[in-house]
């Protein structure tokens, strides 16, 4: 729990600002030591799933030999490094060994950054149920935290911007992330971890009022701060969210006719809500981005591609995107500001992996939609404890909002994403109690 509420307290921050990211990666390792080397801490958690262990595998060996050295009779021979070449022979280093990647410090970073979800999905994969539920409480408990920091941010009270970071997208609700666009899914992945606390409360087959008034309440809350972060496709990605969300509790609601009727009230509500609120000034803005006429990702999108080009089947190397896309820029869309991302991070990791990193991808997708798939159909047995079946929605939610937006943004470039993106991976496998009791 510490963790991850590190994790969504400073890993927000992007490439843009390192210094909180550094910090992140220091203390998750100062937190493992007692999980890796004390039997006592390890207590009640189960054994790792092989499962698990092949997707972390999988996932770090690509930086991995992207930064092994090899000799000039092979780099040389590479795509798009003919440059490089020239460079190094002009100050009499051209058979100097040379990795895979094109910018060695930079995939270094890289693979530091991936390792922090990577461990605290093998670690979250040996909790029980209980314990997963847990991690869950501290995912809302960062949202609801998120929002009142969000709320300060778009209030400058104090004359401050209240943003944990130097580079942040100002004039939206962005909480503890610096990029609007990944608030927006840390919102929604709150949602769907609130969904689990309530159907886990739920489980005992009382009437809990006050759990549905709090719950109602903080789903508006959230609602409204996904609608201020501005964020298109993270506003859009709403509905299926909510979607998911009913999916979970439906099985939870004791008197189906009753529910529709409810339902239908807090559709009704947010209509109305939201038709009230549209004429704000803030809100004015957000609908406006709807409409804009000229997408500044495409030309980023044709700069990637080409970009591709020019190294493929090799790749450029993890976390090269910046000095790929500056070289790759077509002069008639030079201006002062500077390309971070491509907007796309599917497209981006086929430039910096190639044809290795897109089989490796290709290998990632299969492992999880097959532990997905057992998962479901487990937690769908007469039996199983709702929960299970609540936390296999929320990790399957929490995949779909990161590939979907992954589309036209980068979310996992964010640790706090990508941490949460692992747990909900870790969430799929079987708690460790379970384990215990079927061997």
């Not at 969000?150 to 909480?175: A, I, P």
């Not at 000095?323 to 430039?351: F, G, K, Q, T, Y």
Request: glycine letters at 10%.
């Amino acid at each position: 729990m510490v963790m991850v509420a590190l994790a969504i307290g400073l890993g927000g921050g992007g490439t843009v600002n390192p210094q909180t990211e550094m910090l992140l990666q220091f203390l998750i390792a100062l937190l493992l030591l007692p999980l890796t080397i004390s039997s006592k801490w390890q207590r009640g958690l189960g054994a790792i799933p092989r499962a698990m262990l092949l997707l972390a595998g999988l996932i770090l060996v690509l930086p991995v030999l992207q930064l092994i050295p090899l000799p000039p009779s092979i780099w040389h021979a590479l795509p798009g490094r003919t440059i490089e070449l020239q460079s190094l022979t002009l100050v009499q280093a051209g058979q100097t060994w040379m990795p895979l990647t094109m910018a060695p410090s930079r995939t270094f970073a890289s693979l530091l950054a991936m390792l922090c979800p990577v461990l605290l999905m093998l670690q979250v994969s040996r909790l029980s149920l209980r314990g997963r539920n847990w991690l869950c409480v501290t995912i809302t408990v960062g949202a609801v935290l998120s929002l009142v920091l969000g709320v300060l941010q778009l209030s400058h009270t104090g004359g401050w911007s209240w943003s944990l970071y130097s580079q942040f997208s100002e004039g939206y609700l962005v909480g503890f992330q610096a990029n609007h666009n990944a608030e927006a899914d840390f919102l929604l992945i709150s949602i769907l971890a609130m969904g689990v606390l309530v159907t886990t409360r739920l489980g005992d087959g009382r009437h809990h009022g006050l759990t549905w008034v709090g719950f109602l309440f903080i789903l508006l809350a959230l609602v409204i701060g996904l609608l201020m972060t501005g964020s298109r496709t993270g506003i859009a990605l709403g509905l299926p969210i909510l979607a998911l969300l009913g999916f979970m509790l439906w099985p939870m609601l004791r008197n189906k006719k009753t529910a529709r009727w409810g339902l239908g009230g807090i559709v009704g509500a947010l209509v109305i809500g939201g038709a009230a609120i549209s004429q704000l000034q803030s809100v004015q803005k957000v609908i406006a981005r709807f409409f804009l006429t000229k997408e500044a990702r495409w030309d980023l999108w044709a700069d990637t591609w080409f970009a591709i080009h020019q190294v493929w089947p090799i790749g450029s190397g993890i976390g090269t995107i910046v000095p790929m896309l500056e070289a790759a820029e077509r002069l008639d869309v030079v201006d002062p500001s500077r390309p971070v991302r491509a907007h796309n991070d599917w497209l981006e990791w086929i430039l910096e992996g190639g044809l290795p990193g897109v089989i490796l991808l290709g290998l990632v997708i299969i492992i999880i939609a097959t532990v997905a798939i057992r998962a479901f159909m487990e937690a769908s047995r007469a039996g199983s404890p709702p929960a299970r079946r609540a936390q296999v929605i929320f990790g399957c939610g929490v995949l779909i909002v990161c590939g979907l937006h992954s589309i036209v943004d980068y979310p996992l470039r964010s640790m706090a994403l990508a941490t949460l993106a692992a747990i909900a991976v870790a969430l799929l496998v079987t708690p460790a109690a379970v384990q215990r009791s079927s061997s």
